[in-house]
C-alpha cells in the first residue's frame, strides 16, 4: 500500500541554488502548477488512507503512517485558498524532509499529480506580482515561467510557520 | 566513519568525575578512608594522563595541582579536611568546563581563583607540603632503573608517559638502557625492549616515584636509589627528549591499565537502540498484519509460520525492551552532589541515603524523571527539612534525612523521596490554596484532597521564595511530567515527621496496552493502565444528558465528555454508546465512544512537531492493516472533564 512509484534523487552535485538554476519536483494542484525543491523530496506513494487528527488545524490535519513512522498529511490546498474536490487517479502524495521548529521532519504533502523533475533557470524567474495575487504573498518563495506556464514555488517554512503559531490545535469541547 | 577520539576521551572523563566527585562526596563523610582518599587520587591521575594524551593541556595542567593535593594527603603529609575534599569538589566544575569547551574566555583566571581557594584550604589544614611540585631543590634526589617486560606496550603502556611524569617531579636526566636490543633482524617492533635509567634531582620523596609506576607496579622491574647529597651529577648518556618511541610504534593511545580491562560492556550510542526499537515496533506491527491473514485463510503452513513469527517477534522485543533498561543509580548518583551543595546553600546538615539503586528502568523513563526528582528533592531540603536548631528543639537529630529509594513492583518501579522534616502544615496549606483562590473558605476537604491542592499550578507554600524553589513553578510541572510518563505521584505527610512522595512510573514508554475504540469513522487508542472500567450508557442517561454530561455510577458523580463531539466526527451516534470510565488517581471522567474494539498492544509513536501542540493525543499507533489510531492522553482529558464539572457545578 506504500508503495512508491518513483523515488526522484538528484545527482550528486546539482543540488538547488547553482547559477544553472533550481531542480525540482513539479506537480498539479487545483490547476496550478507548483514545485518542491527537488533535494528535500523523499518520496512519491499513492494515496493511502489518512487519520484525522481531531484539533488540528486544518490544512496538516492528518497522519499517516510511512514506512512504520507517523508524519503529518498536509494539504497545501487550503493553505492558498483553493476548494478541495475528490481524489484522480493520479493523486500522489509526495513525502518531503524538512527542517520544523529546528527539527528535521518528515511531512506528507497531497498533490493532484506529480509531473517531472526539472530544473528552473534563475532567468525565468519572476517577482511575485504586487495585486493580482489571491494568495497570500508570504507563503510564495518564488515564481517561475516556463512554456507559457506559471509554476509556483510555496515558502514551507512560512506555510508551516504560520501552522505552529496559528490558533488550530486547541479542542474545544462542542456542546 | 572513525569516531572521534576526543569524543572517546569526554566519555570516559565523564566517568571519570562520576568516580571523582563520588569518591570526594564519600570522603567528606569518612574522612579517614584511606581507600577514598587513594580512589580519588587515582581518578585525578588517569584524568590528567588522558588529558594530555589527547591534547587537553589546560585540563592536565590544572588537574594537575588537585593531584598533587591529594598525593599530599595520601601520603600522610597533609590532614584530610572537608574544607581541602570540597576545595577539588569546587574544582571538579572548571575540569568539566575545561573537558567540555577547552579555550572559553576566563577560564585561566576562573582556574586561578579556584587553585588559590584550594591552597587556602591547604593552609587551613595545615599542609606540610606544597601545593606543587614546584623547581624542585637541587641537590637531593634519585637515581632510578627500570624496565619494562616484552609485551608491555601491546598491553597498553607507555613509557614515555611514565618519562613525561618523571620528569614532572624535578629535574631529570634520561639514559636508555639499550643493552637488551636485539639485532634488527631479531627485532619485532611490537616488543619494547629498552630499559630507561633516569637521574632525577628533586625533594619529592620515594612514594612520589612509586606513583608514577603505580599501574604498571605489578610488572616493572625498577630499583631506586637515592642520590648523594653532594652533587657532582653522574655522567649519563645522551638525553632522551622526547623522540619517537623506541620501537616505532605509532603515537600509542592506549598510555594507562584501562584498556587491559576486560570488555564485559557494549558501549551503543543511544540513537541506535532508539532506532532498533523502531525497527521492532515495525515488526511487531508487520507480524500482527500477517497474524490477521493467516487467522483469515484456511491455511494451516502460513498460521503455524505466524504464530512461530509472532512469538520471535515478542521474545525480540522483550529483549529489546531489557536492552533499554538501566539501573536507577545512574539517576541517584546525581542527587548526592545535588544534596551536598544544598547543604552547603541553605546551611542544614543533611544525610542522603538511597536503596534500590540496581531497580531497571527504561532510559528514557530516567531522562524524563531527572528533572522532577531533582525539584522534589530541592523541595524537601527546602520546606521539608528544619535548620539544625530547629531540629534540636523537636528532638530530632541535627541532620535532616533524605532517603531516595527505588522498588519493582509488577509492571511499574515504584520511586519514593522521603524526608524527615517537619511535614506540609495543613493549616498554611489551606490558607495558601484559599488565597490563590483553589478552594472555597469553609469548602470540606479529606486530607488526601487537601494535600493534591499542592500539584495545582500556582501553587506554593514557601513563604519567603528562594533561590532553590518555590518560584510557583513546580509540583504541577512534576505532576504533568509523571503523568506524562503515564505515572501517577502519591504524597503522605505527617506534619513533625515528615513527607513521603512516591512516583509510580511503568518500566517501559515504548510499548503499552490500549484499548482500541471506535468514534465515528475514527479509530483511538486509550491506555489499558487508566481505563476503570466499561459500560453501556443507558439509552435514557444519554437522553437526558443532552443538557448535562454526568452520570451516576456507584453513588458518585462521574463527568463525561462525548468524543464524537470533542472530535467534531460530524457523523451520527451509533444507537448504544458505550462508555470508558478512565481515572489518574482519584479523578475519574468517562469517555463516550460508538465502539470498544478490544484490546491491543500499542507500539507508541509520537507525534510529528506540526501536531505536538494537540494536547488531546499524547501519541500515535499504527494498527493491523497499517493504518494510524491516535493514542488519548487521559491525564489531559480527565482534567478537561473535571473543568466541565467545575463549570456546570457553577451554573448549577
Known sequence: MTESTTTPRPQPGTDGGTSAGLEVLTFDLHGEVFALEATTVQEILDMIPATRVPGADHFVESDINFRGRVIPLSDLRLAFGMTRSRNSPEARIVVIEMPIAGETTLVGLRTDGVREVTTLSDACREPPPSVGMRWRPDYIRALFRQDDEFIVLPDLDAIFAADLSGPGGRLRPAN | ?652
Not at chain 2, 514508554?509 to 482500541?516: K, N, R, S, W, Y
Request: glycine share 8%; with cysteine; charged share 25%.
Open chain 2, 1 to 652: 566513519m572513525t569516531p572521534d577520539p576526543t569524543e572517546t576521551f569526554r566519555i570516559e572523563a565523564a566517568e571519570l568525575f562520576e568516580q571523582i566527585e563520588q569518591g570526594l562526596l564519600d570522603l567528606m563523610q569518612d574522612l579517614d578512608n584511606r581507600e577514598l582518599v587513594n580512589a580519588v587520587f587515582r581518578g585525578l591521575h588517569t584524568l590528567k594522563g588522558s588529558g594530555a594524551m589527547f591534547g587537553f593541556d589546560a585540563l592536565a595542567a590544572f588537574t594537575h595541582h588537585c593531584e598533587s593535593t591529594f598525593d599530599a594527603l595520601r601520603r600522610g603529609d597533609t590532614p584530610v579536611t572537608a574544607d581541602v575534599a570540597g576545595a577539588v569538589l569546587g574544582a571538579c566544575d572548571h575540569m568539566h568546563a575545561l573537558v567540555d569547551a577547552p579555550g572559553a574566555p576566563g577560564q585561566e583566571e576562573h582556574g586561578a581563583t579556584l587553585l588559590a581557594a584550594l591552597r587556602a584550604a591547604l593552609e587551613r589544614a595545615g599542609s606540610a607540603a606544597p601545593l606543587e611540585h614546584m623547581s624542585a631543590p637541587t641537590g637531593t634526589g634519585w637515581r632510578l632503573r627500570f624496565s619494562l617486560p616484552p609485551d608491555s606496550m601491546a598491553n597498553g603502556t607507555n613509557p614515555l608517559a611514565l618519562l613525561t611524569e618523571l620528569r614532572d617531579l624535578g629535574e631529570a636526566r634520561v639514559r636508555a638502557d639499550l643493552s637488551a636490543l636485539p639485532p634488527l633482524e631479531a627485532l619485532d617492533p611490537m616488543q619494547l625492549h629498552v630499559g630507561w635509567e633516569v637521574e632525577l634531582r628533586t625533594s619529592a620523596p620515594r612514594a612520589a616515584i612509586d606513583d608514577v609506576f603505580i599501574f604498571v607496579m605489578d610488572t616493572v622491574d625498577l630499583r631506586i636509589d637515592s642520590l648523594p647529597p653532594a652533587d657532582q651529577p653522574a655522567p649519563v648518556g645522551p638525553d632522551v627528549a622526547l623522540g619517537p618511541a623506541p620501537t616505532g610504534s605509532p603515537a600509542d593511545p592506549a598510555a594507562d591499565s584501562r584498556w587491559s580491562r576486560p570488555a564485559e560492556n557494549v558501549r551503543v550510542p543511544a540513537e541506535r537502540l532508539d532506532e532498533m526499537m523502531d525497527r521492532v515496533g515495525e515488526l511487531v506491527i508487520a507480524q500482527s498484519r500477517l497474524g490477521q491473514v493467516a487467522t483469515a485463510r484456511d491455511d494451516l503452513p502460513l498460521r503455524a509460520i505466524s504464530e512461530e513469527m509472532e512469538r520471535l517477534s515478542g521474545e525480540l522485543r522483550d529483549t529489546m525492551m531489557v536492552l533499554r533498561m538501566v539501573p536507577v543509580s545512574t539517576l541517584f548518583g546525581r542527587f548526592r552532589r545535588l544534596v551536598h551543595d544544598l547543604a552547603h546553600e541553605t546551611g542544614k546538615a543533611i544525610e542522603l541515603a538511597t536503596d534500590g539503586e540496581n531497580t531497571e528502568v527504561d532510559k528514557t523513563v530516567i531522562e524524563r524523571l531527572a528533572d522532577p526528582l531533582v525539584h522534589l528533592v530541592r523541595n524537601a531540603v527546602d520546606h521539608g527539612l528544619e535548620s539544625p536548631s530547629e531540629r534540636g528543639a523537636a528532638g530530632k537529630s541535627s541532620a535532616g534525612r533524605i532517603r531516595l529509594s527505588a522498588r519493582q513492583e509488577g509492571g511499574e518501579v515504584i520511586i519514593r523521596i522521603i524526608d524527615d522534616g517537619r511535614g506540609i502544615d495543613r493549616a498554611r496549606l489551606r490558607a495558601r490554596a484559599e488565597e490563590a483562590g483553589l478552594v472555597l473558605p469553609g469548602q470540606a476537604l479529606s486530607d488526601g484532597e487537601l494535600l493534591q491542592l499542592i500539584f495545582q499550578p500556582g501553587f506554593s507554600t514557601a513563604a519567603a521564595v528562594t533561590s532553590l524553589s518555590g518560584r510557583g513553578v513546580g509540583m504541577d510541572v512534576v505532576k504533568r511530567t509523571i503523568e506524562s510518563l503515564r505515572g501517577s505521584i502519591d504524597l503522605r505527610s505527617t506534619p513533625g515527621e515528615g513527607s513521603e512522595i512516591a512516583l509510580r512510573i511503568p518500566l517501559t514508554v515504548a510499548i503499552i496496552g490500549g484499548l482500541l475504540v471506535r468514534v465515528g469513522e475514527g479509530r483511538y487508542v486509550i491506555p489499558l493502565a487508566a481505563v476503570e472500567e466499561c459500560l453501556e450508557l443507558p439509552l435514557e442517561q444519554d437522553r437526558r444528558s443532552q443538557g448535562r454530561a454526568f452520570i451516576s455510577l456507584r453513588e458518585r458523580l462521574v463527568p463525561f465528555l462525548r468524543l464524537r463531539d470533542l472530535f467534531a466526527t460530524g457523523t451520527e451516534p451509533d444507537p448504544h454508546q458505550k462508555m470508558v470510565v478512565v481515572s489518574t488517581g482519584t479523578e475519574r471522567v468517562g469517555l463516550v465512544v460508538d465502539q470498544i474494539i478490544g484490546n491491543h498492544q500499542t507500539v507508541i509513536k509520537s507525534l510529528s512537531r506540526l501536531h505536538a501542540g494537540i494536547e488531546t493525543f499524547s501519541g500515535a499507533t499504527i494498527l493491523g492493516d497499517g493504518s494510524v489510531a491516535l493514542i488519548l492522553d487521559v491525564a489531559h482529558l480527565v482534567a478537561a472533564g473535571q473543568q466541565e464539572e467545575a463549570r456546570m457545578r457553577r451554573t448549577a
